[in-house]
């Protein structure tokens, strides 16, 4: 998660909580987007939950207040995407954004050559991400030594594609639906996708639309939110998901009044149920979240 906790200068913070759906366009970053929300939410504290890609949209969840201690677990969450791709140039970051490095001719391809390819890319994986990434050596992200001119080597490492389904092809572009789990890089994807095609290819076009528990989400593009903030901080904050819901589907136990006032205090109890092993959510007999035990 990235957070971000200097206030904005010449404006009153104020302590709201909970979780925006936001449309992220193309062309900000991810902390780029969170700043703009923060600034309409007159927000204390925000983070968001995993970047996007500057060329990237969609499904961005923005984590206010107090929902900022569950990004955690929406950081790891599955994640789904559409994606065009373009055969025959490869780039130095792998989309659309970056300088191209090659051009090759594309071999014909039917739909049966293109499924053998991509059905190697499916299941457990292991996966070189991206040079230009938002991993961090040493505490600097690779984007950033690639941009001063060092040699970037990203290191491999596991990632799981549930699902990389060609939906269209028309002449050198495809558009592919991804579902994948954390940590998974679409540029990456698709730039072995090329290659295992013998002539590359890069991403032209780039949205998420759902990550767990968000599977069908309703989404707020700037537009909107700045339409709405015209009618106040009650208007926009009443667009704001609960904590609980972005803890859906998890693991949870529940605990009566006392014990759920003392686990607000923070005193040291523990509720039943919490020697299961594993993470679970405290609920109290409202269903309000109280604590991750």
């Not at 979780?19 to 780029?32: A, E, M, T």
């Not at 028309?170 to 940590?183: K, N």
């Not at 069908?216 to 926009?236: I, K, N, Q």
């Not at 040291?268 to 991750?292: C, E, Q």
Request: aromatic residues 4%; charged residues 25%.
């Amino acid at each position: 998660m990235r957070s971000a906790e200097p206030r904005f200068p010449n404006r009153k913070s104020r302590p709201v909580s909970g979780i925006l759906l936001l449309d992220k366009p193309s062309g900000l970053s991810s902390n780029q987007a969170l700043q703009r929300v923060r600034r309409l939410y007159d927000a204390a504290k925000g983070g968001h939950t995993g970047s996007l890609d500057p060329l990237a949209t969609g499904l961005l969840p923005i984590c206010l207040g107090e929902a900022t201690k569950i990004a955690g677990l929406l950081l790891g969450a599955a994640k789904g995407y559409d994606a065009e791709a373009r055969l025959g140039v490869t780039t130095d970051t792998d989309d659309a954004e970056g300088e191209v490095l090659e051009s090759r001719p594309v071999p014909p391809l039917d739909r049966s050559a293109i499924e053998r390819v991509l059905q190697d890319l499916r299941g457990t994986i292991v996966q070189r991400p991206p040079v230009y990434s938002a991993l961090k050596r040493d505490g600097v992200p690779l984007y950033r030594r690639a941009r001063r001119g060092e040699r970037v080597e990203p290191a491999s490492r596991s990632v799981e594609v549930s699902r990389f389904d060609l939906l269209e092809a028309i002449g050198d572009r495809l558009h592919l639906r991804i579902e994948c789990g954390s940590g998974t890089y679409v540029r990456s994807l698709v730039r072995d996708l090329g290659e295992r095609l013998g002539c590359g290819a890069h991403v032209t076009a780039l949205r998420r639309i759902w990550a767990d528990p968000f599977r069908a989400p309703r989404l707020y593009p700037f537009d909107e939110l700045e339409s709405v903030a015209t009618g106040g901080h009650a208007a926009l904050d009443a667009l704001l998901l609960p904590i609980e819901e972005g803890l859906a589907g998890q693991p949870s136990i529940s605990v009566d009044a006392e014990m759920a006032l003392a686990l607000r205090q923070g005193r040291g109890v523990r509720p039943p149920g919490a020697d299961a092993g594993g993470r679970r959510v405290v609920l109290d007999m409202a269903g309000r979240v109280v604590a991750l035990a």
